[in-house]
């Protein structure tokens, strides 16, 4: 079984990609970036992470958060993410990445902030 898998899904012009599992340098942050990086080849650039079901993120899956962040800005799209896990909220907090994720706890919240 991969260690991460991504479960995408529509909601309006959003796409909300259902994370399950790890993000880590073992497995997951691969399988993470494919998972976007297949969401903009196909011309998506509102993608919404789903994060309720991750279990753990290390640093290397921070940096690919970040990197996927970048990315996504740079093709004039969004990146949020939903459902934090508390471990993961706390490191977004102490790296002072909370500051430039938009983190929602709520989905349709989240997706109307698109507009």
């Known amino acids: 079984m991969a260690p991460l898998t ?28 494919s998972a976007v ?4 080849d196909a011309g998506v650039r509102k993608i919404l992470l789903d994060l309720g079901e991750v279990t753990t993120v ?3 899956g921070i940096g690919e958060l970040v990197s996927l962040y970048t990315r996504i800005s740079n ?8 459902n934090l896990p508390p471990k993961v909220r706390d490191i977004l907090a102490i790296t002072q990445l909370i500051t ?3 983190v929602f706890d709520d989905e349709d919240e989240a997706v109307k902030s698109f507009a």
């Open 6 to 33: 991504a479960v995408p899904r529509i909601a309006g012009d959003v796409t909300i990609l259902g994370l399950a599992g790890k993000i880590t340098i073992s497995g997951g942050d691969v399988e993470l970036r």
């Open 37 to 40: 990086n297949g969401q903009l």
């Open 58 to 60: 290390d640093s290397s």
């Open 75 to 82: 093709r004039d799209g969004s990146l949020k993410l939903l």
């Open 100 to 102: 430039v994720f938009e």
